[in-house]
């Protein structure tokens, strides 16, 4: 009984060893079918030394074993990888038949069609072949197959790759390929059409604004525009076509830029109260690693994955060290914080799925493939829109500090309590039409002093007097035109101009005239009625002179001689004594 019982658990386990290394299922392919998924048959056989030719893989066919993975992708390996495919096609819709694996990044991929143990077909792809060797121009790596129905094939793939092996293989009819590679370059069109404009917008404000910040996104905008470009295959079929560089080391340095200008752009648009002292410091630093790092990724003098190492290491960092002034920004209601919250929520999501996809631990799908390109597109918009209120912002308070200058000087030229030009404002208005005078285009300045004004103020006090200073003012403007001056040296002493005059008649007529206009009492606070005259002393611009300082020294004088001769007098300054 003993024996019959381990003969019995030897034997069910050998039955559940072999349906632990059951072989991946055949893609059967019928007369109706357009388009098949092949990851679900395919079979996986690690190339640890690197050694192992088709005739190996041929022979180790039954070591081949399903992915592990998420679908469609491997994750991360640094050596080679096989994979077998059987195909059965029972015939129907004629024999010609695409393999497209629609991951451009992929480096080599040698691929082997074998039909009764020989192979058929061979054919190169891969990122490191040169596009005029390809056997299908396109930004996929394609294959056309010959397919005979009622046989069976095994397809073999051999890939090698520096980066992630995400293989999303498909068999399909050439039209349904076409059809497929169509939509995806009108997507990839639209998209970096759009990373274009804004280039170009940025570009442009930043010549004209010559504001740092238009750069700064101008650079992370090319960055990710270009990576999404190289990630995608369109450089590599229309921009550097042939230039295996460029092919090789383009999407990692993209990266890099997109990176380290977004340390710089998010230091600028940020830098301010509610981040910490270090920010600057650590954001430009940042920066400064990534830039160094492209340096030596582009002399080959580091690998690819140390490459990725940094990016995943420091990408997150400016959306670390900004989350405070983000947060303080939207607590106070500024939109631009609330921006850069929902940019980095989208970055966060995206980078995740994309992440997981590298490892092998998320499916790759059309819809996850292009996540990351969706979030980096996202994020491009809304950093243009955090561009815009940040200028906004910006011009609020060039605007306000142009208020604030303006009030200044209009306080330093003006008097605090009639609103009348001062000694300096009187002096540059002095200046300009004294520079606008003839002889036959006189220009008449008036020194003022005002008659019984302190015995007002003596009897109804200062503040009574300083209602009558205003009024005088609102007066002495009143009979003059827009363009006359009307001023107030100080106390009770007002200087007024009159332009364009033609001979000193009408200039002795208009002091008159001022004269008589104070002949009426003024009626101030509480209709308290006070009376003060005039009396002026003038002088003429060319006859009398040129000098500003001289002139209103001789009409100062000439008011005073008037004074001395009875209030409410108009006299003209003598002449000068050469």
């Known amino acids: 009984m003993s024996r019959r019982l381990l003969r019995l658990i030897l034997l069910a386990g050998c039955l559940v060893a072999s349906l632990a290394v059951r072989a991946a299922p055949v893609l059967l392919i019928d007369g109706s079918s357009q388009r098949l998924e092949a990851w679900p048959a395919v079979g996986v056989l690690p190339d640890a030394g690197g050694e192992m030719d088709i005739a190996a893989a041929m022979a180790a066919a039954q070591r081949f074993e399903a992915p592990r993975s998420a679908y469609a992708t491997l994750g991360l390996h640094k050596e080679p990888v096989w994979l077998r495919i059987p195909i059965s096609w029972t015939g129907g819709g004629g024999p010609n038949w695409m393999l497209d694996i629609d991951y451009p990044p992929l480096n080599r991929v040698d691929a082997y069609l074998v039909r009764e143990g020989r192979v058929v077909q061979q054919a190169r792809l891969g990122n490191q072949q040169p596009f005029a060797q390809r056997p299908v121009p396109s930004r996929s790596h394609a294959l056309p197959l010959e397919l005979r129905p009622q046989v069976e094939y095994e397809l073999y793939l051999r890939v090698q790759t520096q980066g992630a092996m995400i293989l999303p293989i498909t068999v399909m009819r050439p039209q349904a390929f076409h059809s497929e590679a169509l939509d995806e370059h009108i997507l990839q069109g639209l998209l970096a059409g759009l990373g274009l404009c804004l280039v170009i917008y940025s570009l442009v404000q930043w010549r004209s604004t010559r504001e740092a910040m238009f750069a700064k996104y101008a650079m992370l905008t090319s960055g990710s525009l270009m990576f999404s470009v190289a990630q995608f295959g369109i450089g590599g079929m229309y921009l550097w076509r042939n230039n295996l560089w460029l092919e090789a080391h383009a999407a990692p340095l993209m990266a890099l830029l997109a990176a380290g200008s977004t340390f710089l752009f998010v230091e600028d648009v940020l830098r301010g109260p509610g981040v910490s ?95 990351f390109q969706a979030g980096a597109t996202l994020d491009m918009v809304l950093f243009m829109r955090v561009l815009g209120l940040r200028m906004k912002a910006i011009h609020a308070e060039a605007r306000s500090a142009v208020r604030e200058r303006d009030t200044f000087v209009s306080m330093a030229y003006t008097d605090p309590l009639t609103g009348l030009p001062n000694r300096r404002g009187l002096d540059v208005r002095l200046a300009a039409e004294m520079a606008a005078s003839a002889p036959d285009r006189l220009l008449a300045v008036y020194m003022i002093d005002l008659d019984g004004f302190k015995q007002v103020n003596d009897r109804h006090g200062h503040e009574l007097g300083d209602e009558l200073l205003v009024a005088v003012g609102r007066r002495l403007g009143a009979q003059m035109r827009s363009s006359d001056t009307v001023a107030r040296l100080g106390g009770d002493e007002f200087v007024v101009t009159a332009g364009g005059l033609s001979d000193e008649r009408q200039a002795r007529d208009l002091g008159l005239k001022l004269v008589e206009a104070f002949r009426e009492p003024f009626v101030l606070a509480g209709d308290r009625q006070c009376s003060v005259g005039l009396t002026i002393g003038y002088v003429l611009v060319p006859l009398d002179g040129s000098d500003p300082v001289s002139l209103l020294r001789r009409a100062d004088a000439a008011m005073y001689a008037g004074k001395a001769q009875g209030k409410g007098s108009v006299r003209r300054a003598e002449a000068a004594v050469s």
Do not use: E, K, N
């Open 277 to 371: 002292r270090y920010f600057t410091r650590v954001m430009h630093a940042g920066a400064a690693v990534l830039g160094a790092t492209a340096l030596l990724y582009a002399a080959d003098l580091i690998h690819v994955h140390a490459v990725s190492r940094v990016i995943g290491t420091l990408g997150l960092l400016p959306a670390l060290m900004g989350l405070p002034g983000a947060i303080t920004r939207a607590r106070r209601g500024d939109a631009i914080g609330w921006y850069f919250l929902v940019a980095w929520l989208g970055y966060f999501v995206t980078t995740a799925i994309m992440v997981g996809v590298i490892r092998g631990y998320i499916d790759a799908t059309r819809w996850t493939l292009h996540t």
